[in-house]
């Protein structure tokens, strides 16, 4: 049978509430009592009811995490990066998936609402939600986090990455090391992907190129098929065209490029350049090692988790965070 509370303050011989002290850690106990209490708990192996705890203390311990999937390592390095701020004022953390689908998103907020979450942190959230401001309907008094996205929702809080520097220096460096034909990849609705667009834009705008057909979509730049389907469209696009550099919106589409350069025996990096986005693991142990854009993405989620925890206190709302970017240069797109 389950051990509760009573169990611990029979056989420790003291009172529900002296338990209770010591498990929360809310209130002074004698050092003697404390340490029979917690000497009894370790005995019964007794394990506290959270819920109760929260529902005695009209307060909730649960932050609600929302994440396209995790098929890209990209968010599973945010959400530790949530979890281990979370864990340091002994929060825990739910974790749903919206597969990048609207509905589903706002499915998944209202669920965590329903759960008495203390706060919400959604990272890189549907773009359309977003402009139709969907979530101010939801939400109320909830503190709401967002991971990247378009920071001019002034209701909200943001911790974001300089994806704009990390765009222009990664494009930056192609241009210098003499690649003056490059191709943009980029995924569906994402406001990531739209930024890095227009920064790619306007870099073709600043060098007299055509931007119109050096941009390509290789559907949802998130899930499990994102490698297949990119090594798909760019095999087709390369088979036509070529080009001197391609410039991938996350390591997923470039190991996907990478696949179709394979078949077409095309040699990476001297036939062609190419530079990802995130730095996940992927990037350090593919062949060869990419080129990509550091988000710090574990500094991303501890920032988020920090920051929910402050508006939780606080009360204040609108908060932007802005972390820098590091152009990691590896194997793939190198200065000669």
């Not at 203390?57 to 890209?72: E, F, M, R, W, Y």
């Not at 864990?87 to 499915?107: C, G, H, P, R, V």
């Not at 209202?110 to 979530?135: H, Y």
């Not at 390591?251 to 730095?279: E, R, T, V, Y």
Request: charged share 20%; proline share 2%; glycine share 6%.
């Amino acid at each position: 049978m389950k051990v509760t509370i009573h169990d611990v303050a029979k056989k420790a011989g003291v009172s529900v509430a002296t338990v209770s002290r010591v498990v929360n850690g809310n209130y002074p106990v004698n050092i003697k009592t404390k340490e029979k209490v917690q000497a009894v708990i370790d005995e019964l192996q007794f394990v506290p009811n959270v819920q109760a705890q929260e529902i005695k203390l009209g307060a909730s311990k649960t932050i609600g995490v929302i994440v396209p999937s995790i098929d890209n390592m990209f968010f599973s390095e945010v959400v530790n990066g949530v979890e281990r701020a979370l864990n340091e004022k002994n929060y825990s953390l739910l974790l749903t998936f919206s597969k990048n689908q609207k509905d589903m998103e706002l499915a998944c907020v209202r669920n965590l609402i329903a759960r008495n979450v203390a706060g919400i942190i959604i990272a890189d959230p549907v773009t359309e939600n977003m402009d139709q401001e969907n979530f101010k309907s939801i939400v109320g008094n909830v503190p709401l986090i967002f991971i990247n996205g378009d920071p001019s929702h002034s209701d909200f809080s943001f911790v974001l990455s300089d994806e704009v520097k990390g765009t222009r220096e990664a494009l930056d460096f192609l241009w210098e090391i003499g690649h003056k034909d490059i191709l943009f990849v980029r995924g569906n609705d994402s406001y990531s992907y739209d930024i890095k667009q227009e920064i790619f834009i306007e870099f073709c705008a600043q060098h007299s190129l055509d931007a119109t057909n050096r941009i390509v979509t290789s559907g949802d730049g998130n899930s499990a098929q994102v490698i297949e389907n990119t090594a798909r469209l760019l095999y087709d696009v390369l088979s036509k065209q070529r080009y001197d550099a391609i410039f991938c919106c996350n390591d997923l589409m470039a190991m996907g490029c990478m696949s179709a350069c394979k078949k077409l025996q095309i040699q990476i990096p001297q036939d062609l350049a190419l530079i990802g986005f995130d730095n996940t693991l992927l990037s350090k142990y593919c062949s060869p090692m990419l080129t990509t854009v550091d988000q710090h993405m574990h500094l991303l989620g501890y920032n988020a988790g920090g920051l929910v925890l402050e508006n939780i206190e606080t009360g204040q709302r609108g908060k932007r965070i802005v972390l820098n970017t590091s152009l990691i240069v590896r194997e793939s797109a190198a200065k000669s």
